[in-house]
Structures are given as C-alpha cells and as structure tokens.
C-alpha cells in the first residue's frame, strides 16, 4: 500500500537531521528503529516498556545522515519513581530533533496514543504517522478506514503503513524521511551506528534475555548493573548484578536449581559475543534492592538519570 503523503519539501544535495521515534508502549519502536538502522541497537521483548533508555540509531547514506532517537513508551498510569523517569525520558525525545516518526499499531488507537498525539501537538514539531504491525491485518482493506480517522486527527506530513516485524513497507520510508529533513553535514562518523557504550548494550542484552525467557514471570522491577567490564584482545569479562525488588521475586530470575539464569546467562553470552566478536566471560548474580523503583536515589544509583 501506497503512503498517503500530505505535503512534500524540495530534495536537496545532502541532508542531517534527528528524528524521533514516539508512541505508547509496545507499538513496535524499537524493532522499527533496528530495521531503519539495518542493525539491532535497541532490544526488543513482547512486553510493554522493554525500552527504559533514549537510545540513538545512526544511519549514514550518500545523501546524508538520520540519527534515529528511540525512547520508552510514553506510559498513563504508574506512579512510582521508575515509571515518572521512563515518561520524563520518552518526552526527552522531542528535544532537539528535526522530525518525529509517530508510531501506532494497525486499526488501535486508544488514551495513550491520545496522551502522545497531544505532546506531539505542543511540541509543533513535523510529524509522520507510522501505522505499524500491519501484518496482523487478515483483510487490508480494513486499514482505509483507520487511515481516513487518523488523517481527522492531526495534520500528519503523511501516513505509512508497514510492518517492522515482516520488514514490509520500508521500500520508500527513508525517502520520505530524507526528503523532511533539513540540508546539512553528516555529524557522526559514517561507520557509527549508535552512541551508546559497549557497557550499556551488555546490560540491555542481559535485561532481555530475562524478559524473553521469564515472559510473564519477569517482575517488573527488575534491572540490570554492569558492575565490571574488562576488555582485552582475546576475552572480554562482564560481572553484572540482576536487582529485584522483593526477596520472593529472587526465586523467580534464579529458577529451579539455578536453571533460569544460567539460560539467562548462555544466551546472553552468545549475543555479546557476536557484539564484541569476542569470548565473553559473563557472571551473574541476583540481589535484592527493596523497592528500588519507588525510590528517585536509587533509581539514579540503577543507571536511570532523571532529565533535569
């Protein structure tokens, strides 16, 4: 399906702009950001709020450089410390960037994607809808209808459907990206991909290998702390400590004669070794940190920093 362009701007030699990715949780930014990207950068788990950080994708072309911005789903409801940081980090998206990819599943558009078009209005940033997940569609002539509602809503530069778990329809996303992003010189070296460290990425693999293996199980209040991170040529050594909230949900990360997070471990060991293209020595350990996540201190101690 053809995206319906409402306006266009004049191509011109060579473009550089930031672009963020916003929308309510588990819509599929993070898996949008890694296909633009042509690289995983941002970790992905079928559970809402796997992003917790603002995490940057940076593509370079002839034509010119994005740099992607991809932040935690912008959550109603959920008081504690935890969820006030992951909210104020996702409307740390809009500072500063040059267009903003608004992302929603296919034919669903309900309060929190409401809460998000309006700071998308405030910000008066240019705004293309994404209409992801289209691929869940038996019938997509069911998508025209959603399509001409979205279109009463907001004076979107355009509406694209795709799908970024079948990378279908990205054919003429990033031309239509390019061709909305002002003239300028690359930023980034072109052979970068993020700004992120080494150090965060083995945390964030670590955090979803436990969200894809504990699935339901996973308490929420969970995270991860890169506590050593020795690289040398021929071997890299991680000490990471998994931080839950109550002393019953240590159990549940541990598993069974330690069964769980030795899978933990295995599997998030081999994605760190394709990473570092390396041998990874990983040690994991699980510690209590009583509710953590209704505390601003130790949630900035947990490597969460609160915008100012």
């Not at 306006?7 to 599929?28: C, K």
């Not at 995490?55 to 109603?76: A, C, N, Y």
């Not at 998000?116 to 240019?126: A, F, N, Y």
């Not at 969970?222 to 690289?231: A, K, W």
Request: aromatic residues 6%; charged residues 25%; proline residues 5%.
């Amino acid at each position: 399906m053809e995206p319906v362009v409402a306006s266009s701007i004049e191509t011109g030699n060579q473009r550089f702009g930031q672009v963020a990715i916003v929308g309510r949780p588990n819509v599929g930014k993070s898996s949008l950001l890694n296909r633009l990207v042509g690289q995983k950068i941002s970790i992905t788990a079928p559970k809402p709020q796997t992003t917790r950080h603002r995490i940057t994708g940076i593509l370079s072309e002839p034509r010119g450089q994005v740099v992607f911005v991809d932040t935690p789903g912008i959550h109603q409801g959920g008081s504690d410390a935890l969820n006030r940081q992951l909210n104020r980090t996702a409307r740390s998206g809009f500072d500063g960037v040059d267009l903003v990819l608004f992302v929603v599943q296919s034919g669903r558009f309900n309060e929190e994607d409401a809460g998000v078009l309006e700071l998308i209005r405030q910000s008066g940033l240019p705004t293309i809808l994404l209409i992801n997940k289209i691929d869940l569609l038996q019938d997509k002539t069911a998508l025209f209808p959603f399509l001409a509602q979205m279109q009463t809503r907001f004076d979107f530069l355009a509406l694209y459907p795709l799908s970024a778990h079948r990378d279908r329809g990205f054919g003429g996303l990033l031309d239509l990206i390019f061709k909305h992003l002002p003239s300028g010189e690359p930023m980034y070296d072109p052979d970068e991909v993020t700004t992120i460290t080494t150090r965060f990425m083995a945390a964030e693999i670590i955090r979803e290998k436990m969200a894809r293996l504990l699935h339901d199980e996973l308490p929420y209040k969970t995270t991860v702390l890169i506590e050593r991170f020795s690289e040398e040529p021929d071997l890299t050594e991680i000490d990471a400590v998994i931080y839950v909230a109550r002393d019953s949900q240590k159990g549940i990360v541990i598993g069974s004669g330690g069964k769980k997070l030795k899978d933990i471990g295995s599997l998030a060991r081999h994605d760190l070794e394709q990473m570092l293209q390396t041998k990874v020595m990983l040690r994991l350990w699980v510690r209590v940190r009583e509710d953590w996540a209704d505390d601003e201190r130790a949630v900035q101690s947990l490597g969460y920093q609160l915008p100012e």
